[in-house]
């Protein structure tokens, strides 16, 4: 009998776990409104879901597939909303049956490309969230689809272009977020241009930066780059002497063997391969680089949506010799770049309507020779307003239309050849065949011409003139890794570790330890057991600023009497119960400043002590509050801000707050706005904020100003450093009332693990033959504007270690500085125009940071710059190929850090329609360390095309 109940108490506990993830939420404007929150669920828990509701919201959860009529059962659904999701695959009419259906959300969700077919089931589309979806694509229909749509926020991810033409569909548009991607300049401005002519507000997010909230006339954009285009091959005649040009080539019997190919391919010629269909993405992969594309002889019969998709950059396009009866509308949808269009020998009878539009801001000469073009619409060309020459001969034209289009191309100064020997027809006149139609015969293998964008370097041996200068070419020092002992902590043993690379450097350490500090070191994995040294003593672990990106399981399995926890300022992306195992008696648990997005609730089950629980600034929308509540009693503090917590989710959060009265300010929890979680939205500067804005002349000296620093007490000290025969000084454990104690006349200050939160304005005012200034491990947070006022002969400035988060743009108005360092702080953003005043900087380091981007525009602003580095960042993979080619071109040297494999990931998330199932990289293809401006071999891996094969 026992043990039947036990049997049935089990079932009834399974069958909650299972079904018990979606749970009614209250809704601030509408308490009415049946929502749904979803946390860590799937499609099955929507069965007890009422057929009424309103708003679902999914939390962390898993989606093999979302397949069609997914959400059939909720015609009165009104958002539906994705945070932090795992989505394989959604299927073309999953959405289908959602006619009411006004917002849709995709946040922290890597679904990498937007496809049309998703919407043709959702026609009132007001408001659609795609950010940090890691989208690399947008297909331009999408946007034809949505034709009531007001809201588009496409913010934080890695797109470059967008074609105005297609943004031109959505005429109800009002607001677009479209920060926190490496737009291409010409792109961008084009977009502001559109946005500006129809009164769309742009508005920008400024959870990393809370104090400056503005939108800038000159927003950040990497700048195209030149790269000149090989030699022009127009002719229409089959390519002889293949072998002779320069380059690389080899034999190719499908397009699957463009996998060869590295990246950063500038140009592709195909010739003599028999294609079919063009398939879609075939050449995205070269997005970053590919500026000519040429496919000749290879009887092409069709041009899948698509093919070109990504090319924002390629300037020539030659297809010649294949067997294409009409140029569809949607070949050209992302050749906003293109100057040169070559449909030379391709059996064209027509235009179809709209299909040169994409090409409105750069085609300069168009080729259509030897088709069977009978009549142009003259509407097709009025939009080609930079059109410089347009060949036409061979062309069985109707007699009047080659007149009127003779006479537009002479009304608007457009070169042409149309020779008057060939003769023209009548409408209703049988048209004869000529030569001009044959096609070479096409054989099993034809050839593949390409060119790297190193090679392009060393042969246009391109150059840059910069003024000599001395640059820093040494590596900076590293520091071996050092474990010392607090002695003011004279009752219990207290460690402090810096530098270290493994936990194997902890065995100096004795095993009876009370207390370990971990801080700047580079550890990546906490392996299991990683303490076990350490069992019973000790009660305080630290791992702050670290670089941990993986927790094993297990890892504090040992340390059954450890109460204070911190992870704080490392790389987690989420934590699981595995990894916190054993930890029974932990008070206090640190999460902050990583890149947390999930937290199971099984870890709320292992922790039944835990007092305090820190997890701001964090990638969360969710935490399973429910759970949290019976599992913890014991938890009377809980930090939560800094995270973009979801509308459903943030209102339980904070009624689970108010129900404990644990004090939080609830508009740092979130923001109740259009989309619930935290935006702020710009607002122009008032007239109570004041700034310092520099004089005009050579000096930053005024009168002496007065130096107000905070009611603070001295702390640590301040010596002259002995081996200097200059006045060098260095301050340990200190404050900015130690600088009292050091002459005006100091040329070198280094404060060191000292308690600087803020440097004020005029901090540094009196020190005027400062040449050197070093800040390292000294929390420091914000950096006031004119805090650097005085310091005319400053040369080299060092801010490291420090929880910096972002470089605003009135920081570093140094006009003499030569060396900027910023390494291993926590910088996620540097304002448009930060380093517009360093106009004889030298050298940068940006290294070991949180950088998702990094613009070559704000480099515009520094002509001397030699060096940078910038290793460490979490890079986007346009920024990355888009910043390096940047650096090579402007002959400023770097440290390439370079996946192999990074661009066929992307591609297999394209072709297989997101099924993100990870791509196994040969030894030596993950990473490889090259010397900037050397050359690179890249050799052949998994076939991104496989796809077509089957």
């Not at 509308?329 to 449909?343: E, T």
């Not at 080619?885 to 992307?906: H, M, R, W």
Request: charged share 25%.
């Amino acid at each position: 009998m026992v043990n039947s109940i036990l049997l049935l108490w089990a079932l009834v506990g399974l069958i909650g776990q299972v079904h018990g993830k979606c749970s009614l939420a209250p809704i601030a404007d509408n308490d009415r409104s049946i929502a749904y929150a979803c946390i860590h669920g799937d499609l099955s828990d929507l069965d007890e879901l009422s057929g009424e509701t309103e708003w679902i919201e999914f939390s962390v959860s898993r989606f093999h597939t979302i397949p069609d009529d997914a959400f059939h059962r909720f015609p009165n659904l009104r958002r539906l909303s994705f945070y932090n999701c795992y989505v394989n695959l959604i299927e073309p009419a999953a959405f289908r049956g959602l006619n009411r259906l006004d917002w849709l959300i995709f946040h922290g969700t890597r679904i990498h490309a937007v496809r049309s077919a998703w919407f043709r089931h959702l026609p009132n589309i007001r408001r659609l969230i795609l950010d940090r979806c890691g989208l690399v694509h947008v297909e331009p229909d999408v946007f034809r689809m949505l034709p009531r749509l007001e809201t588009l926020d496409l913010r934080d991810n890695d797109l470059d272009c967008l074609s105005v033409e297609e943004l031109s569909y959505l005429t109800a548009l009002r607001t677009v977020r479209i920060d926190g991607n490496p737009w291409l300049c010409e792109c961008r401005l084009r977009m502001e241009r559109f946005f500006r002519e129809r009164s769309i507000i742009q508005e920008i997010e400024c959870r990393f930066r809370p104090r400056i909230c503005t939108l800038h006339r000159n927003p950040q954009c990497m700048t195209q780059i030149e790269i000149p285009l090989p030699p022009p091959t127009i002719t229409i005649e089959p390519i002889e002497n293949f072998e002779e040009r320069s380059g690389h080539r080899f034999q190719i019997s499908a397009l699957t063997s463009l996998d060869r190919l590295p990246d950063r391919t500038t140009w592709i010629q195909i010739v003599g391969l028999g294609i079919d269909r063009l398939p879609a993405y075939a050449f995205f992969r070269f997005g970053n680089s590919l500026r000519s594309l040429d496919l000749r002889d290879c009887s092409i019969g069709a041009i899948e949506p698509g093919a070109f998709a990504g090319l924002h950059q390629l300037q020539r396009l030659t297809l010649v010799g294949n067997r294409l009866p009409a140029v569809a509308a949607h070949w050209f949808s992302d050749l906003v770049a293109l100057r040169q269009l070559v449909l030379a020998r391709n059996d064209i009878e027509h235009i179809e309507p709209g299909a040169l539009r994409p090409l409105v801001g750069n085609l300069r000469h168009l080729d259509m020779r030897y088709n069977r073009l009978r009549c142009l619409p003259l509407d097709e060309l009025t939009h080609l307003r930079h059109l410089e020459r347009f060949d036409i001969i061979g062309n069985p034209w109707y007699c009047e239309c080659r007149r009127n289009l003779e006479k537009y191309l002479m009304d608007h100064n457009v070169g042409f050849d149309i020779t008057h020997a060939d003769r023209c027809y009548e409408e209703n006149e049988v048209i004869e065949p000529t030569d001009g139609w044959q096609h070479p015969q096409v054989t099993m293998h034809g050839h593949v011409h390409w060119t790297t964008f190193e090679d392009t370097l060393s042969q246009r041996n391109i150059t840059v003139i910069r003024p000599s200068a001395q640059v820093p070419t040494e590596k900076p020092q590293v520091h071996r890794g050092t474990c010392v002992r607090d002695k003011t902590q004279m009752s219990r043993q207290v460690f402090t570790c810096s530098g270290i690379t493994s936990l194997t450097e902890l065995d100096v350490l004795p095993h009876s330890v009370h207390a370990i500090r971990i801080v700047l070191s580079n550890l990546k994995t906490i392996p299991t057991r990683a303490f076990a040294r350490f069992d019973g003593w000790l009660s305080q672990l630290e791992l702050r600023d670290s670089n941990i990106e993986t927790i094993e399981h297990r890892a504090f399995i040992d340390l059954y009497n450890l109460e204070r926890l911190s992870l704080h300022s490392n790389q987690l992306n989420s934590v699981t119960s595995e990894a916190l195992e054993g930890l029974t008696n932990l008070r206090y648990l640190d999460l902050s400043r990583n890149h947390i997005y999930r937290i199971p609730n099984e870890v709320f089950d292992i922790l039944p002590q835990l007092h305090i629980l820190d997890v701001s600034e964090n990638y969360m929308n969710c935490l399973g509050v429910e759970h949290m509540a019976r599992k913890m009693p014991h938890l009377y503090s809980l930090k939560v801000s800094g995270n973009p917590w979801s509308c459903l989710c943030g209102t339980k959060l904070a009624s689970f707050l108010d129900s404990r009265k644990i004090p939080y300010n609830r508009d740092s929890l979130f923001d109740v706005n259009d989309d619930c979680y935290v935006t702020i939205l710009p607002t122009p500067p008032t007239t109570a904020v004041t700034s310092y804005t520099p004089s005009q002349g050579t000096t930053t000296t005024t009168e002496p100003p007065s130096i107000g620093f905070y009611n603070e007490t001295l702390e640590g000290s301040c010596f002259k450093i002995p081996e200097s025969t200059e006045p060098r000084y260095r301050c340990v454990g200190g404050n900015l009332i130690l600088l009292k104690n050091i002459p005006h006349n100091a040329v070198y200050i280094e404060f060191y693990e000292g308690h600087l939160p803020v440097l004020p304005v005029n901090a540094l005012y009196n020190f005027r033959n400062l040449h050197e200034l070093i800040i390292r491990n000294c929390g420091l947070r914000t950096i006031s504007p004119g805090a650097f006022r005085g310091l005319d002969f400053l040369e080299r400035l060092t801010i490291q270690g420090n929880p910096l988060t972002s470089i605003e743009a009135n920081w570093f108005n140094i006009e003499r500085l030569e060396r900027l360092d910023l390494r291993g702080n926590s910088i996620r953003y540097i304002a448009p125009g930060a380093f517009r005043h360093l106009r004889k900087l030298v050298y940068l380091n940006l290294e070991g940071n949180d950088l998702q981007c990094i613009y070559t525009s704000d480099f515009q602003d520094m002509p001397n710059l030699h060096i940078v580095e910038f290793a460490g960042n979490p890079l986007k993979w346009r920024c990355r190929m888009d910043l390096e080619q940047f650096l090579e071109t402007q002959k400023i040297k770097f440290i390439k850090v370079e996946n192999s494999c990074e661009g066929k990931k992307i591609m297999r998330n394209l072709l297989y329609q997101n099924r993100t199932v990870e791509l196994e990289c040969p030894p030596g293809c993950s990473m490889a360390n090259n010397i900037e401006l050397k050359k690179s071999s890249t050799l052949a891996f998994v076939l991104f095309f496989a796809i077509w094969m089957y």
